[in-house]
């Protein structure tokens, strides 16, 4: 093994420890608190949302940059697709210039990472879905509490089902995955 790579795992050994640590503390202390967006190694991160970049995905800013977020379980129309310029819209109608709390499922390298975005009491998620802006991929996720939604909505042909079918949205989220890995399914 390469002295770069034992480097490079010493000091995320050390950097998870430490942030193991504080967690730790701040639990066994009663005290909560919310991450900053430069805390990519916690379970939740609070930012303001500086852009929308699809109908699912945002950036926030971070310290050294800008943190790429994925809405997980979930899969938007991309580009010159159909119904694509309506979910971005309503996806920045939502969350754009707000506050938004990640709940992270999943990291895709340092500057990228899954998760389910609330905006205040409203999950975003769910609310895409429920709006027929975006696709639930059952196959990558988590939770299934968004199925009755797009149930409902392929039912009526609303939004991007008008035009849209179930095999579709299978192919699109094969192509792009809301997730690092698929869920195993028991």
Not at 139 to 153: G, I, R, S, V, W
Request: include cysteine; charged fraction near 20%; hydrophobic fraction near 40%.
């Amino acid at each position: 093994m390469s002295t770069r790579v034992s480097n490079a795992r010493r000091r995320l050994g050390r950097s998870l420890a430490i942030a193991w640590i504080a967690r730790s503390a701040m639990l066994s202390s009663g005290i909560v608190c919310a991450a900053t967006p430069s805390a990519v190694a916690t379970d939740e991160i609070t930012a303001a949302v500086v852009r929308v970049v699809s109908g699912d995905t945002l950036v926030v800013p971070q310290r050294d940059g800008e943190l790429e977020i994925r809405l997980a379980d979930i899969g938007a129309p991309q580009g010159s697709e159909y119904y694509a310029p309506a979910a971005r819209q309503l996806l920045s109608n939502m969350i754009l210039n707000k506050t938004a709390r990640v709940v992270v499922t999943g990291r895709s390298g340092p500057g990228r990472i899954f998760g389910r975005v609330y905006a205040g009491k409203l999950d975003v998620n769910m609310a895409l879905v429920q709006r027929a802006a975006a696709w639930m991929c059952l196959e990558y996720a988590t939770q299934t509490d968004y199925l009755p939604y797009q149930n409902d909505a392929i039912r009526f042909r609303r939004g991007l089902w008008h035009q849209t079918t179930t095999f579709d949205a299978l192919i699109r989220c094969r192509e792009r995955p809301p997730a690092e890995h698929p869920v195993s399914k028991p």
